[in-house]
């Protein structure tokens, strides 16, 4: 069952708050849904993290005056009563991160020391900064302790995040399609994107805004690009081949091939609606992600802060995170003593996978969430 | 031992060349190099063909006047005295193909029919068409026969081309990290590519030649797009990880990451001397490359027009043109009862491994050739 029309909320927050890089962010606004009922006490919050393209509208559905849906969360296959992460049990939130494009304030939200859009000068974030901000909105809402903190991809390094900061405050952490930091190749691609939309003639070194204007060539190409690396060759072979468009070959550059129509497409619908300076301001956060890096690289060494249980969940066909990343986690846990469960999914999807409906993947989820919520009644009756 | 100093040729055809699109091209030229001295029978010539961003420049050097190296052969280390390609023993021809940016007749070329350069009215070219404008250069040069026909990547479909269009004229075809048509996958990094050049502002729709600006920020981006698929994952967390350029974070969007630094690089010397409409032209030549199209995919069907014997090698961590699709074909020819050598080489380098010196890659190409060369004296003292 789904949850229904839901409604987002936001906070401000008047204290500044330091970021990793130094700066400080003088007072900002978070966007969330939240889903559910929080228990009396307290003890049933489960926070849901996004990744890039997403934002706190993770389940549930939006309608217009004519009662039309015109937006469903982004996982809402995951997220409702009934469902593996079940609101009928848990108090869900979803916030929307500093620096995005869905109503947190960022880039385009008017800077306060200049009254102009922040632009370019909206400072650079990482995972640490988001999970602080996070943090701030838990305390809030009177949460001292999350039943769970989860996420899939970006979403899954903002779960380990608040594993390694707030130990303390996260019984269980979820982690899906996730890396404990990107590897040189996935660092490539997120740099060619940024490069095609910093070199958008319509990008104006990010204050575009004032030219009233939008570098949607460059977003397009960087969406592209993102997009290949979300989906398996395997898939795509399936999907698409070397199916045409028009039955022959065109012999000129209009579309020839149907993954061409689709990719271009979806590089045209995302640079209608994303901000670039989101875009640039998301991938150096998954760049700079690298918890072990304090540790000479050695996780084992990082997580022995962590003091939650953990599921992770990988994809056989993720080649953009792969199952590697995941295990080398696992172990890193597992020489720690940590509680952890492991799935290695075998789905042809890709690390789209983790968005998708796949019944062993929801399986898995659900089974664990049903024991999260049995130790959390059984902590209750103790 | 190198060839030493080397000099381009080249031939101008005034009959038209009737291409696969229905179009023509009216008249052209070919740019070409010889190495090693053609015997008394001609049976000795070996064609390589070339990839995307190579030319008829195989081996040997170009001085300036000075007497300095401006630029060595794409296959050096293949091709010269001694070398696996032994110009001792064989008449070696590399041959500019067209549309290409190197000398052969291409968009920046003046069309005799406009007296401006072609820019975007160069017809798309196939392949096939470049394997019939080789085949009447080596009609031109008196080789009716080639001891074999050679080609890596985009290279080595030519090198199939010529064992399917023209199968009595080669003894022996050696496809490297090559396949028999691209994924879905491939086709989505060629289209992105691509769309990189047609959207930036100076590509005038093809003809930025008459506006005297050249899409060097498209070229960039199709560059570093491309170089990414080249090399493996593995090599490039080996030769770059997340080494950082500075030794700390910069948060901002200079370089933080050497892999950065790289590719950016990559991607400016390129825009630099490549030719936008040439990268369009030859990205589109690679998509349409399936000669068992006309077979309903059937590999085994289209390989039995063939009559030379294959050498057929792969590399490990090609992700770009896998093993896979080399098995592939050795399964078609074979079942075809085609003499065929096939060596999957465990190189860590990726699809670039072909161009690269690994000495189990040089032996098995060396080998093969010593028995080629067997196989000529053979004939000429039967």
């Not at 700066?23 to 889903?35: F, M, P």
């Not at 620096?99 to 640490?128: D, I, Q, R, W």
């Not at 209608?272 to 150096?284: G, P, Q, S």
Request: glycine letters at 8%; proline letters at 4%; a negative charge.
């Amino acid at each position: 069952m789904s949850l229904g029309i839901v409604t987002p909320q936001s906070m401000h927050f008047q204290e500044p708050l330091k970021l990793s890089s130094g700066a400080s962010i003088a007072d900002y606004t978070l966007v969330y849904e939240t889903y559910g009922t929080l228990n009396a006490d307290r003890s049933n919050a489960v926070l849901v993290c996004h990744a890039l393209n997403a934002s706190h509208h993770v389940a549930g559905i939006y309608v217009n005056e004519q009662g039309e849906t015109t937006s469903v969360g982004w996982w809402d296959n995951m997220v409702g009563p009934g469902k593996p992460l079940d609101t009928n049990r848990f108090f869900v939130i979803g916030v929307n991160n500093l620096g995005s494009c869905f109503g947190s304030t960022g880039p385009m939200h008017l800077n306060p020391s200049t009254g102009k859009p922040y632009g370019a000068s909206f400072p650079v974030v990482t995972v640490e900064d988001w999970v602080d901000a996070q943090a701030r909105l838990a305390d809030a809402l009177g949460i001292r302790q999350f039943a769970a903190v989860m996420g899939g991809s970006l979403g899954g390094m903002q779960a380990l995040s608040w594993s390694l900061k707030y130990p303390e405050r996260l019984r269980h952490c979820v982690v899906v399609a996730s890396t404990p930091k990107l590897s040189a190749q996935n660092i490539a691609f997120n740099d060619v994107a940024r490069q095609a939309i910093l070199t958008d003639p319509d990008f104006h070194g990010g204050d575009f805004y004032a030219h009233g204007v939008v570098p949607k060539r460059g977003l397009r190409v960087a969406r592209m690009i993102g997009h290949i690396t979300y989906l398996s060759d395997d898939d795509m072979a399936e999907k698409f081949g070397r199916m045409l468009r028009n039955g022959d070959y065109q012999f000129g550059f209009g579309i020839d091939f149907e993954i061409e129509s689709y990719l271009r497409y979806q590089g045209d619908k995302f640079s209608e609606y994303f901000d670039a300076n989101t875009y640039l301001l998301i991938t150096k956060a998954l760049d700079y992600f690298d918890p072990a890096r304090d540790d000479d690289g050695d996780l084992s060494k990082t997580f022995a802060r962590t003091q939650a249980q953990f599921l992770l969940a990988s994809f056989t066909t993720d080649w953009r995170f792969a199952p590697e990343r995941s295990r080398e986690m696992v172990q890193a846990l597992v020489s720690n003593k940590r509680h952890v469960t492991y799935a290695e999914i075998d789905a042809p999807h890709g690390h789209d996978a983790f968005l998708l409906e796949d019944p062993r993947y929801m399986r898995v989820v659900r089974t664990y969430y049903d024991q999260v919520w049995r130790e959390l009644r059984a902590g209750a009756q103790s």
